[in-house]
């Protein structure tokens, strides 16, 4: 069972900061929280992964909190090809054999 | 070349039919994986390749049958499906099974 609970669905105004949250209570200490998206028809794609310090890169920022029991990515200025199912994954390196599991996901609507 | 690729595009197939999948990667990437994916659903883990060899099977039915030929190329051999087969099977790599993973776009398949 995934191990994240995310909301169902946002909305977005496009040029907006998209802020998608997600509660991870059970992290273990050696779990990194991954984030992919996927858009409609299309294959997920990785987006950014942290393990207790906040990161950027050129997609996005992710915010962890100091217990690591949630985060939120950030999408600084959401344009409408952001439209997709954003999946928070907490994920083990090295004791799951290279497992991603994938939860529900957030529908995010970036509308104009 | 920075691409999963994924062909056919769609299949349709019977139920007495076989018919296979197809993967490749040119990233130098050592693990490749098998999801399915129902509509509306998130993906679920069906194989894990790491350096050719079957690192794990999630319990799949054996009319499905994966095969990695050498270190570029995964395909998904499908003998005698279900209907409720049809999904999106979506291939992924990664440059070791603890890396993130780059999505191909999918295959449809349709067992009529």
């Known amino acids: 069972d995934a191990k994240t609970t995310q909301p169902p669905s946002m909305d977005c105004a496009e040029g907006r900061a998209a802020n998608l949250p997600c509660n991870h209570s059970t992290i273990s200490g050696n779990e990194y929280v991954y984030w992919y998206r996927q858009i409609h028809s299309q294959g997920p794609q990785y987006i950014i992964h942290?393990?207790?310090n906040n990161e950027t890169n050129e997609m996005a920022s992710l915010i962890i909190t100091e217990d690591r029991k949630s985060s939120t990515l950030i999408l600084p200025h959401a344009t409408l090809r952001d439209t997709a199912v954003y999946y928070c994954i907490v994920r083990g390196l090295y004791n799951q054999g290279g497992k991603l599991i994938f939860g529900q996901g957030t529908e995010l609507s970036v509308k104009p | 070349d920075t691409e999963v690729t994924q062909t056919p595009k769609h299949l349709v197939m019977g139920m007495t039919n076989k018919k296979s999948l197809k993967c490749e990667q040119h990233?130098?990437?050592?693990?490749m994986y098998w999801y399915k994916q129902k509509a509306k659903k998130p993906p679920e883990l069906m194989f894990v390749y790491s350096y050719e060899k079957l690192s794990i099977n999630e319990s799949v039915p054996s009319r499905f049958s994966p095969e990695c030929p050498n270190s570029s190329l995964l395909n998904l051999h499908l003998h005698a499906l279900q209907p409720e087969d049809s999904a999106l099977y979506l291939c992924?790599?990664?440059?070791?099974?603890?890396?993130?993973?780059?999505f191909g776009p999918g295959t449809r398949l349709t067992v009529l």
């Open positions: 992924a790599s990664s440059p070791q099974f603890y890396n993130e993973q780059f």
């Open positions: 990233m130098g990437h050592r693990a």
């Open positions: 942290g393990l207790k």
